[in-house]
């Protein structure tokens, strides 16, 4: 049975930084690209970063370049969103997501529809 446990949530001040991370069971971490998304109240879930399977290679929404980060360690099974500079605008319930890519490929990985597993949800809040 997979599992994907989100972790590092909190509150922050706009300026401040908070590093999630995921840990994933059951599944064969390496074949699978990693993706963060985030969701605010009264809004529809939005990507934020994807990570290819060997780490590789990364995506990230326009609104989060130059800010966050995304890394993966295969030994640990986890996968890592740095987030720094936050700002307001960044609070939502942030998720992580495993999408099987034998290709180690990130084609569509900004779409909902090509994940397979889903973590729970861990909540970010940012102040101004």
């Known amino acids: 049975q997979v599992h994907l446990v989100e972790s590092g949530g909190g509150l922050v001040q706009a300026g401040g930084s908070l590093r999630l991370s995921c840990a994933a069971s059951?599944?064969?971490?390496?074949?699978?690209?990693m993706g963060w998304f985030r969701q605010a109240p009264a809004k529809e879930r939005e990507f934020v970063a994807a990570?290819?399977?060997?780490?590789?290679?990364?995506d990230y929404a326009d609104s989060v370049k130059g800010r966050f980060t995304i890394s993966r360690d295969n030994a640990k099974n986890t996968v890592y969103l740095q987030m720094n500079n936050l700002k307001p605008e960044d609070t939502a319930i942030y998720y992580c997501?495993?999408?099987?890519?034998?290709?180690?490929?990130?084609?569509?990985?900004?779409?909902?529809?090509?994940?397979?597993?889903w973590g729970q949800g861990t909540q970010v809040t940012v102040s101004s």
């Open positions: 997501a495993a999408d099987y890519r034998p290709d180690n490929g990130l084609g569509h990985i900004t779409r909902l529809s090509r994940y397979d597993y």
């Open positions: 059951g599944l064969s971490f390496s074949s699978y690209s």
């Open positions: 990570i290819s399977g060997s780490g590789g290679t990364t």
